[in-house]
């Protein structure tokens, strides 16, 4: 697999943005975006993230107990305006689809689906394309060849819709929305335990490369909290006594409430 988070990202974002009103805000969304370091590659950042099991292994290896009073409320989707703040929220959305389903709650997939169908058209793609996204990432997860292809033909399409700064800044803040709610759910999901040390060593592993990608854009607002937010739990470690509490206050800042 060529790395998971890029393929949902980029794929989702650029597979289809027939929506021209939505392209028009996006691009104006980012027009302050600024991509600091020209040197750094597709193929570097795509190698350097890890697979898709390491990604959710806080969930699947721990047994953790299903927790719904945790999730996000899925008719806040329609909440997040701007369109940093909309790629953000389709990682947190994301993890919390994956986690409602890893339980096999039916209800739950439905109105999560639906709450990404909702970010999905505020992001340019139309909902034939989503509709045909989904199985697509199922049926590929692990099938590295495939990933490896797709993602690298959808990037070269979306070279001709989306600069550096439009494509690395959408990237980057679906992987920091993925990682901080996984995070959040595992932490948040155990009984008298704690999730195991090698689970955050490579959790954590993971913000370091978010955050080193986070550190080549710069913007006034969105994606410079979240960096600023993220290397504080960076420096702070794996091992913090405060995780979970800092993880949920991090979490609070960018989440919308009715």
């Known amino acids: 697999m060529k790395k998971v988070l890029f393929y949902i990202t980029t794929l989702s974002i650029i597979l289809s943005c027939n929506n021209?009103?939505?392209?028009?805000?996006?691009?104006?969304?980012f027009a302050d975006v600024e991509f600091i370091y020209d040197t750094l590659k597709l193929d570097s950042l795509l190698q350097k993230i890890p697979d898709y099991g390491i990604i959710v292994k806080t969930i699947k290896t721990e047994n953790l107990?299903?927790?719904?009073?945790?999730?996000?409320?899925?008719?806040?989707?329609?909440?997040?305006?701007?369109?940093?703040?909309?790629a953000f929220a389709a990682g947190l959305f994301t993890a919390d689809l994956g986690y409602v389903r890893h339980f096999e709650r039916v209800q739950d997939c439905m109105d999560f689906m639906y709450s990404l169908r909702i970010l999905a058209e505020k992001l340019a793609i139309s909902d034939k394309n989503f509709d045909e996204l989904v199985p697509a990432i199922e049926r590929n997860l692990y099938n590295r060849d495939s990933i490896f292809i797709i993602t690298d033909s959808v990037f070269n399409l979306g070279k001709q819709l989306f600069n550096d700064n439009e494509r690395y800044g959408m990237a980057a803040l679906f992987a920091s929305g993925i990682w901080i709610e996984t995070l959040y759910l595992g932490l948040n999901s155990t009984t008298d335990k704690k999730i195991n040390d090698t689970v955050l060593i490579n959790h954590f592993e993971i913000l370091k490369i978010i955050?080193?990608?986070?550190?080549?854009l710069k913007d006034?607002?969105?994606?410079?909290?979240?960096?600023?937010?993220?290397?504080?739990?960076?420096?702070k470690g794996y091992n913090n006594p405060e995780l979970?509490?800092?993880i949920s206050s991090i979490r609070s800042k960018y989440i919308k409430n009715l």
């Open 20 to 29: 021209s009103v939505e392209l028009k805000k996006i691009k104006k969304d």
């Open 65 to 86: 107990r299903y927790n719904p009073k945790i999730l996000l409320n899925y008719q806040t989707a329609d909440e997040y305006l701007n369109s940093k703040e909309t």
């Open 211 to 216: 955050n080193n990608t986070l550190s080549t």
């Open 220 to 235: 006034d607002d969105t994606i410079e909290r979240i960096k600023k937010d993220f290397k504080i739990i960076e420096n």
């Open 244 to 246: 979970k509490k800092d």
